[in-house]
């Protein structure tokens, strides 16, 4: 019995509520609109504050009170989870009042949305970058803020998922070899870029063996006049990755590659000078 009567008391509050919120909706006084749309932003209930400034935003435009519902419509979208939005309002809002009050959490947020926004590295990675970009502008223009090392530090969260996704891709291109094609110079050619982009990326090291890797497997599979050429090529990735991590996890593997091209540059040293013994031989 007392469960039943609390049910309808919360349901008769429910049906208030809402009746409330509909007779605000049709009102056509933009102050009363401002007001409920502050309360109910305090309540948490984000839907009915964004639907309320959504519809006095272009009555207090020029006001004082405009960048205040701007701001506030991009921190009630994102309270509710609703990123994108929250960043359109956020940049909507830096733009028009690059020294307003709320200037520097709004540039804050944009970049944060998008950092939180950010889908898995196999996805695409717009969202990505243009946090990046945010956490830059944001740490150009307030280089002193409080919020300038959490800013560095999730912007370099998420320059190291472009690295990984960039590393996914480089070991696919490995792991495709010759097929279809050469995927082992797509290997070295996205390694080198990662390496460029990403230079502190703790895939550094597994972008570097993948070259070393890569450059062996064409060096071998080469035809044999092209095969001098690659296995000093070769010989000079080793090189590269030794000077970058001498104490490696890879490094074994990289000397054993090292060892092999040596073998191979000095088969082909002995057969160029048999060669030339037989024809000083045969003149």
């Known amino acids: 019995m007392k469960i039943k009567i609390l049910c309808t008391l919360l349901l008769a ?5 809402c009746g409330e919120y509909n007779k605000i909706l049709k009102s056509r006084d933009a102050e009363l609109k401002y007001t409920y749309a502050k309360k109910y932003f305090d309540e948490k209930k984000y839907g009915r504050t964004t639907t309320l400034l959504d519809e006095i935003l272009s009555t207090y435009t020029g006001s004082s009170k405009e960048q205040e519902i701007l701001f506030l419509m991009a921190q009630a979208y994102f309270y509710d989870k609703d990123y994108t939005t929250a960043t359109q309002y956020y940049t909507r809002y830096y733009n028009k009042f690059p020294k307003g009050d709320y200037t ?3 540039r804050f947020n944009a970049a944060y949305g998008l950092y939180l ?32 090392p959490e800013a560095q530090d999730l912007m370099f969260k998420l320059q190291e998922k472009l690295s990984y996704k960039e590393f996914l891709a480089a070991r696919l291109y490995f792991n495709l070899g010759l097929y279809m ?31 070393v890797r890569s450059r062996y497997e064409l060096a071998y599979y080469s035809i044999e006049e092209k095969k001098p050429t690659r296995y000093r090529e070769l010989m000079d990735e080793h090189f590269n990755y030794k000077n970058m991590f001498p104490s490696g996890k890879y490094l074994k593997e990289s000397e054993r590659y090292y060892r092999q091209a040596l073998k191979a540059l000095g088969q082909e040293a002995d057969q160029i000078t048999n060669e030339a013994v037989q024809q000083e031989l045969s003149k």
């Open 117 to 148: 926004d950010s889908p898995d590295a196999r996805l695409d990675q717009t969202s990505t970058i243009r946090g990046i970009q945010e956490f830059q502008n944001f740490l150009e223009y307030f280089p002193q803020s409080e919020k300038a």
């Open 181 to 211: 094609g050469n995927n082992y110079e797509s290997c070295i050619v996205t390694s080198r870029e990662a390496l460029k982009n990403y230079p502190f990326s703790e895939f550094s090291e597994e972008f570097q063996i993948l070259i």
């Open 104 to 106: 520097e959490l709004a």
């Open 13 to 17: 509050l429910l049906l208030a509520s």
